[in-house]
C-alpha cells in the first residue's frame, strides 16, 4: 500500500524550532520530489517547501525562506521539514506529498494524513 505519514506537530513556543517528518511505504522517495503544505484554520492550503529528487530545494513561501529547510534521508525513506524561529502564523496542520521530480504542483500524486504545529506562547 502506497502511504505517506507526517509526524513531529507539536505545541511550541514562539522562536522554538521543530522538525517534522514525512515517511513513506510501499514506494520510494528517492527519486521523487518532496513537497510540504500546510492548512491554517479558515484559509486554503498553501505550499511551504519542495525538495527536487536532485535535492534541489524549491521555496513556496517567502515567509519561511530564512527559517525553514527540507532534507531527505534515503536510508530511512524519509523526508524532513526543519522549522526554525517558529512563530504563531506558522500555526497549521503540516502535510507531505510526493510525485514527478521537479517539483511541480500538478505532479503531486501522493498526500499525508497531516500533522498538527500549534504556535503559542
Known amino acids: 500500500q502506497v502511504q505517506l505519514a507526517e509526524s513531529g506537530g507539536h505545541l511550541v513556543h514562539p522562536g522554538d524550532s521543530l522538525r517534522l517528518s514525512c515517511e513513506a511505504s510501499g514506494f520510494t522517495l528517492n527519486d521523487r520530489a518532496v513537497g510540504w503544505f500546510r492548512q491554517a484554520p479558515g484559509k486554503a492550503r498553501e505550499g511551504v517547501l519542495c525538495?527536487?529528487?536532485?535535492?534541489?530545494?524549491?521555496y513556496y513561501s517567502d515567509s519561511v525562506r530564512d527559517r525553514f529547510t527540507i532534507s531527505r534521508d534515503n536510508a530511512k525513506n524519509t523526508v524532513y521539514l526543519q522549522m526554525n524561529s517558529l512563530k504563531p502564523e506558522d500555526k497549521a496542520v503540516y502535510y507531505c506529498?510526493?510525485?514527478?521530480?521537479?517539483?511541480?504542483?500538478?505532479?503531486?500524486?501522493?498526500w499525508g494524513q497531516g500533522t498538527q504545529v500549534t504556535v503559542s506562547s
Open positions: 525538495i527536487r529528487s536532485d535535492d534541489g530545494i524549491i
Open positions: 506529498t510526493s510525485g514527478g521530480k521537479h517539483c511541480i504542483l500538478s505532479d503531486f500524486d501522493s
